[in-house]
């Protein structure tokens, strides 16, 4: 049996907090122990009681974003030195950077989730782009083992920066992201105050430029279709520019919910006009509910419509009048069949059993190799 600390900023309610929860959750805890360490308060909407909850050691720093880099890598070091770790596995850039610049004496690993120049640049402007995305490539580069959660984004990287990867895609809980039934759908909507007969088309996620909410609302009433709306479930920045739409009556506003999978069970449809992902969690959720998807073309989702082009529509990116023939195109299919062709999908590419399982097949891979390399040197003396 062997130890595994997982290192994290904080366990606030994301994607990729959702993904390790995933994660360590199907892992064989009669081969390894799996622990946590966050560096930062947990705020508000942490998902730390859970991991609690399903028996995962949850170790907290509580340290200042900007608290000095050689106090935070000694404490790393003091705590990985007494609870002795055969393997370090970080998420996220402040982690990275520790995992990278520390010689702990394990082995570490690395997950890589987005691309680094595209989502630092949507994020953080030019600081993003020139300074915090190569400083975070070069410390990815020191990690013994990267894996990412896309072929294509595995694909980029090689290409573009000769960066090569593992894959492990991102997955869906299926014992909590699942279809309602008929009657279940129309009980949610009674109690959410959403229209009981009309085709309901969700968009999930922080309301951001990266995923391009205005085109996608601007899209939805182009194609003008009687008896359907369009439900924002999230909050964010781009939220004000979504406000003149609602004059429609064709266009809900969520604000910040934390029943997103009950919003998806009521809803019928997914649309995402991102520009860029890893592997979208938004979408593999949806389809987990049996929701068919209105994508933007980009590569990842591209990825997914080749997993299930029976229930998946792509659409020029930034393209308003695309969407809007998209949405009409799904609206004139058979939605029972492809509403299962989704939920197949998710079953037979992105299930969260299967993820954990390749995981720990990486794990003990590296474990192998050590034995393996450490064998030949006692042959060699």
């Keep these: 049996m062997f130890k595994i600390l997982y290192i994290v900023s904080t366990l606030r309610r994301c994607g990729p907090t959702q993904q390790l929860f995933n994660l360590i959750k199907y892992l064989d805890r009669q081969r390894c122990l799996p622990q946590i360490l966050t560096l930062s308060p947990e705020p508000q909407d942490s998902l730390m009681d859970e991991f609690i909850r399903m028996g995962i050691p949850v170790s907290s720093f509580g340290l200042a974003q900007f608290t000095s880099f050689f106090r935070a890598r000694r404490r790393i070091s003091n705590y990985i030195s007494e609870h002795r770790p055969d393997i370090v596995h970080s998420n996220g850039f402040r982690a990275d950077l520790f995992s990278a610049r520390v010689n702990y004496r394990v082995h570490t690993v690395t997950t890589v989730r987005n691309h680094l120049f595209e989502n630092y640049d949507y994020d953080f402007g030019w600081v993003g782009r020139y300074l915090m995305a190569p400083l975070h490539l070069r410390m990815l580069r020191r990690i013994e083992r990267a894996i990412t959660v896309s072929q294509t984004l595995s694909e980029r990287l090689l290409k573009e920066y ?71 479930i999230g909050d964010g920045v781009m939220r004000e520019k979504l406000d003149p739409l609602r004059k429609t009556g064709k266009i809900l506003l969520t604000g910040r919910v934390t029943n997103v999978k009950t919003c998806l069970q009521g809803s019928d449809f997914l649309v995402s006009g991102s520009h860029t992902e890893g592997m979208p969690n938004a979408v593999l959720e949806a389809m987990a509910c049996g929701l068919p998807c209105i994508l933007s073309d980009i590569r990842s989702h591209g990825e997914i419509a080749r997993y299930s082009p029976a229930s998946t529509k792509l659409f020029r990116v930034s393209d308003a009048h695309s969407l809007a023939e998209k949405i009409s195109e799904v609206l004139a299919q058979d939605y029972a069949e492809m509403s299962i062709a989704a939920v197949q999908a998710v079953t037979r590419n992105f299930s969260a059993k299967t993820m954990s399982e390749n995981y720990l097949q990486v794990y003990t891979s590296i474990l192998s190799e050590k034995q393996t390399l450490t064998g030949e040197r006692r042959c060699s003396e």
């Design 162 to 232: 000769g960066f090569a990867c593992d894959v492990v895609p991102n997955a869906v809980d299926q014992e909590i992201y699942f279809p309602a039934a008929a009657a279940r759908k129309q009980q949610i909507r009674s109690q959410l105050g959403l229209p009981l007969e009309h085709r309901l088309f969700a968009v999930t996620g922080y309301l951001s430029a990266l995923k391009d909410p205005v085109c996608v609302a601007e899209g939805f009433l182009k194609a003008a279709i009687p008896n359907t709306t369009m439900i924002f």
